[in-house]
Nanobody, 119 residues
Framework: EVQLVESGGGVVQAGGSLRLSCAVS????????IGWFRQAPGKEREAIAY????????NCAETLKDRFTISRDNAKNTVYLQMNSLKPEDTAVYYC????????????WGQGTQVTVSS
């Protein structure tokens, strides 16, 4: 069973930084993408970034790539999201996602972690 457990959320002042962690278990690495999404109140869930567990290639939303960075530690089975220069509009619940690249693709989600940026 695939399990994703996020941590690292909290309250931070504008301009501050946070690092979110996603501990991954039950996943056979090599055929999946691990990513971060977020959902603010009243808004749709949006994709932030993903990283391939096979070759480490990564991608980040154009509007966030100057402030957010996704990385992984295979030894710890953990994916991170480093968030810098946080803004009040970054306030949201942040979710970790694992997409198994099969036919059809299969998605797994963590429970989410709240990030609140105060002005």
């Amino acid at each position: 069973e695939v399990q994703l457990v996020e941590s690292g959320g909290g309250v931070v002042q504008a301009g501050g930084s946070l690092r979110l962690s996603c501990a991954v278990s039950g996943l056979s690495f090599g055929d999946s993408l691990i990513g971060w999404f977020r959902q603010a109140p009243g808004k749709e869930r949006e994709a932030i970034a993903y990283i391939s567990d096979s070759d480490g290639s990564r991608n980040c939303a154009e509007t966030l790539k100057d402030r957010f960075t996704i990385s992984r530690d295979n030894a710890k089975n953990t994916v991170y999201l480093q968030m810098n220069s946080l803004k009040p509009e970054d306030t949201a619940v942040y979710y970790c996602n694992a997409r198994l690249l099969r036919n059809p693709p299969t998605d797994f989600w963590g429970q989410g972690t709240q990030v609140t940026v105060s002005s």
